[in-house]
């Protein structure tokens, strides 16, 4: 299996453009996850999607972010429009949780580093 | 809340030093234990994980053992070399059932290895 994968591994773009960052989770798993990671504020998750539902957005930061996994091998971020501070490295990451005790290893892309100029 | 807390980097060390980093975690109920490492360009990738208290994890000659009495989950290895130069992470679960979205990470431990 080829892992987690995103693209594109660097986004430079300009304040106020439209960035649209993708994912591809394990083939199998159930569970995908965004994560943002900075220096101040370390790793966060942003949403967590199980069976392509959004179970827990309550980590985006605001209204300008968006993610949708309209089906079980593919996710966006989205942000519109962008701002220097969301500048930061966006991990995807996925895991096969089980109803009867979960397996928290996740399996983490190798990262998308947006920079917002 | 659940929480970790890490010892604060970075950490500089000789090849063949011994290295601990230090995690300490506040939790209700018995959550598993994580140790997870970031290579320089790469995601996360599991190092290793304790389900119950007293259990050691271990990985590439680290190890980390669920301390329940001190609240404690310290990474060691006898032995560092150039290629353990990465960043650290300990994490904790949520309860069963709840899978990794319940992870809770804790800050990161720079490790850097000098020849």
């Known amino acids: 299996d080829a892992g987690v994968i995103q693209s594109p591994r660097h986004e430079v773009t300009e304040m106020g453009q439209e960035v649209t960052l993708r994912c591809k989770p394990i083939?199998?798993?159930?569970?995908l996850f965004w994560y943002r990671q900075t220096m101040m504020r370390g790793l966060e998750l942003l949403i967590y999607?199980?069976?392509?539902?959004?179970?827990?957005d309550s980590g985006m930061p605001e209204d300008r972010f968006s993610a949708k996994m309209p089906n079980a091998s593919f996710s966006t971020l989205k942000i519109q429009p962008s701002e220097p501070r969301d500048s930061a490295v966006y991990f995807c990451?996925?895991?096969?949780?089980?109803?009867?005790?979960?397996?928290?290893?996740?399996?983490f892309g190798s990262g998308t580093q947006l920079s917002v100029l | 809340g659940n929480s970790v807390t890490q010892m604060e980097g970075p950490v500089t060390l000789s090849e063949e030093a011994f290295l601990t980093i230090n995690c300490t975690y506040t939790a209700t109920g018995y959550p598993s234990l994580f140790w997870y490492v970031q290579y320089p360009g790469e995601g996360l990738q599991l190092l290793l994980k304790?389900?119950?208290?007293?259990d050691k994890g271990s990985n590439k000659g680290f190890e980390a053992t669920y301390r329940k009495e001190t609240t404690s989950f310290h990474l060691e290895k006898g032995s560092v070399q150039v290629s353990d130069s990465a960043v650290y992470f300990c994490?904790?679960?949520?309860?069963?059932?709840?899978?990794?979205?319940?992870?809770?990470f804790g800050q990161g431990t720079r490790l850097t290895i000098n020849p």
């Open positions: 994490a904790l679960s949520g309860l069963p059932g709840q899978g990794a979205q319940k992870l809770v």
């Open positions: 304790a389900t119950k208290a007293d």
């Open positions: 999607f199980n069976n392509n539902v959004p179970i827990d």
């Open positions: 083939s199998g798993h159930n569970s």
């Open positions: 990451a996925s895991s096969l949780t089980l109803r009867d005790g979960g397996d928290e290893k996740l399996f």
